[in-house]
């Protein structure tokens, strides 16, 4: 992985950043802010701004310590992206109050597939759920003027992402959401992760609520993000703490086009024929 570096510099308190010997960007702490892109391999967050990526990461990252972090991590991710390029596309999936549900389901993959500790969150385990289910059904779920994708049959499958980086015109931007993620406060994820655990665990009711109460301490205790699963208040305000995660998805090209569809934000399908795989490659001659 990569190291950060603390690099003496000066002692201008009333900055949040300060310049190390040398030019360097960092924090007021010394950490050191920077993101190096490589231009000359492509990949499908680079299509989208050209040379200009490591520019708007460093104008969108912040200026504290967790500054010096997001950089890190947007030039790895831009770096996997690089290596992934000609075999998968990639989609980027930025939530906060999910976390606790993705986590636990996640674990019970581990526990059921022999899946590695470092394995990342899943935001779904259940194949049963997706049987006969096609795409399109879930873009008539999207369509509806009412709901969009806050509708429960569009959200028991669907994810809503971005795909790019550097995107500003989606719902939620990767860069925007980094830090405190992205979320509603119209969903109780306690229902979510009730109705979860005795499907995967044949557990009984009342051994649910009481492993759904341990599994909020551990969350809480662990920095998650906090609202939405206690038993005794549906207290849904937003956590004063950094609680920001993001995914980055890939999926094979050969099936992009079976699992996404073209859409405004909340889901919204935009009317359109072209290939969803062509237009991320490139390929389109459509905008």
Same mark, same amino acid.
């Given at each position: 992985?990569?190291?950060?570096?603390?690099?003496?510099?000066?002692?201008?308190?009333?900055?949040?950043?300060?310049?190390?010997?040398?030019?360097?960007?960092?924090?007021?702490?010394?950490?050191?802010?920077?993101?190096?892109?490589?231009?000359?391999?492509?990949?499908?967050?680079?299509?989208?701004?050209?040379?200009?990526?490591?520019?708007?990461?460093?104008?969108?990252?912040?200026?504290?310590?967790?500054?010096?972090?997001?950089?890190?991590?947007?030039?790895?991710?831009?770096?996997?992206?690089?290596?992934?390029?000609?075999?998968?596309?990639?989609?980027?999936?930025?939530?906060?109050?999910?976390?606790?549900?993705?986590?636990? #389901?996640?674990?019970? &993959?581990?526990? *059921?597939? @022999?899946?590695?500790?470092?394995?990342? %969150?899943?935001?779904?385990?259940?194949? /049963?759920?997706?049987?006969?289910?096609?795409?399109?059904?879930?873009?008539?779920?999207?369509?509806?003027?009412?709901?969009?994708?806050?509708?429960?049959?569009?959200?028991?499958?669907?994810?809503?992402?971005?795909?790019?980086?550097?995107?500003?015109?989606?719902?939620?931007?990767?860069?925007?959401?980094?830090?405190?993620?992205?979320?509603?406060?119209?969903?109780?994820?306690?229902?979510?992760?009730?109705?979860?655990?005795?499907?995967?665990?044949?557990?009984?009711?009342?051994?649910?609520? #009481?492993?759904?109460? &341990?599994?909020? *301490?551990? @969350?809480?205790?662990?920095?998650?993000? %906090?609202?939405?699963?206690?038993?005794? /208040?549906?207290?849904?305000?937003?956590?004063?703490?950094?609680?920001?995660?993001?995914?980055?998805?890939?999926?094979?090209?050969?099936?992009?086009?079976?699992?996404?569809?073209?859409?405004?934000?909340?889901?919204?399908?935009?009317?359109?024929?072209?290939?969803?795989?062509?237009?991320?490659?490139?390929?389109?001659?459509?905008?």
């Amino acid at each position: 992985g990569k190291v950060f570096r603390r690099l003496p510099c000066d002692k201008d308190s009333s900055s949040t950043t300060r310049t190390a010997y040398g030019g360097v960007r960092v924090t007021k702490d010394g950490w050191e802010i920077k993101c190096n892109v490589d231009y000359s391999k492509p990949c499908q967050s680079l299509r989208s701004v050209g040379r200009k990526a490591s520019e708007y990461i460093m104008q969108f990252v912040g200026e504290d310590n967790i500054a010096a972090y997001a950089a890190v991590c947007f030039e790895q991710m831009l770096q996997r992206e690089q290596q992934l390029e000609h075999e998968f596309c990639v989609f980027y999936h930025s939530f906060n109050g999910a976390a606790l549900l993705y986590e636990v #389901q996640a674990e019970i &993959a581990r526990c *059921a597939f @022999g899946l590695p500790d470092q394995f990342a %969150p899943l935001p779904r385990i259940f194949a /049963s759920h997706f049987h006969g289910v096609h795409i399109d059904q879930l873009k008539s779920c999207a369509d509806s003027a009412s709901r969009r994708d806050h509708d429960p049959a569009f959200r028991a499958l669907g994810l809503s992402t971005s795909v790019t980086l550097v995107a500003f015109g989606s719902e939620a931007p990767p860069l925007h959401c980094f830090p405190h993620g992205y979320g509603l406060l119209d969903l109780y994820f306690r229902n979510l992760l009730v109705q979860v655990l005795p499907d995967a665990l044949d557990i009984k009711r009342a051994m649910t609520e #009481q492993l759904a109460d &341990a599994l909020d *301490a551990v @969350g809480n205790r662990f920095g998650l993000c %906090p609202w939405g699963y206690g038993s005794h /208040s549906r207290d849904n305000t937003r956590p004063s703490r950094l609680g920001g995660q993001m995914l980055q998805m890939f999926v094979r090209r050969g099936e992009v086009d079976r699992l996404s569809y073209h859409s405004q934000p909340f889901g919204v399908p935009i009317n359109t024929t072209q290939s969803v795989e062509h237009w991320l490659a490139g390929k389109s001659t459509e905008h």
